[in-house]
Nanobody, 123 residues
Framework: QVQLVESGGGLVQAGGSLRLSCVVS????????MGWYRQAPGKESDFVGS????????YYEDSVKGRFTISRDNAKNTAYLQMNRVKPEDTAVYYC????????????????WGRGTQVTVSS
């Protein structure tokens, strides 16, 4: 039974910070790249960023570069998304995903998905 559970979402003011967590169980965590995605109301899902199997490399969508940071702690089977200087347009449901393949120039594969956590940024 593979499970990915996001947490840490909530209401935050523009310019503030928030850290999302994704706890993974049921697979060998260090063998999977991790990605973060988001879906705003009425829109399709967008890629946010990704991190390689043991954290050596990261890749980000342009709109979050310099503001968001992805990390992972393989001892805790957990991936993180640190969100700084958040903007109202960051409001979305945020999802984490695990996949076998990683790229430093494209979104990774996504074989397993969490159910998401809501982030709302007030102006």
């Amino acid at each position: 039974q593979v499970q990915l559970v996001e947490s840490g979402g909530g209401l935050v003011q523009a310019g503030g910070s928030l850290r999302l967590s994704c706890v993974v169980s049921g697979l060998s965590f260090s063998n999977y790249a991790m990605g973060w995605y988001r879906q705003a109301p009425g829109k399709e899902s967008d890629f946010v960023g990704s991190i390689s199997w043991t954290g050596e490399s990261t890749y980000y969508e342009d709109s979050v570069k310099g503001r968001f940071t992805i990390s992972r702690d393989n001892a805790k089977n957990t991936a993180y998304l640190q969100m700084n200087r958040v903007k109202p347009e960051d409001t979305a449901v945020y999802y984490c995903a695990a996949g076998e393949y990683y790229s430093d120039s494209a979104p990774p594969s996504a074989d397993y998905w969490g159910r998401g956590t809501q982030v709302t940024v007030s102006s």
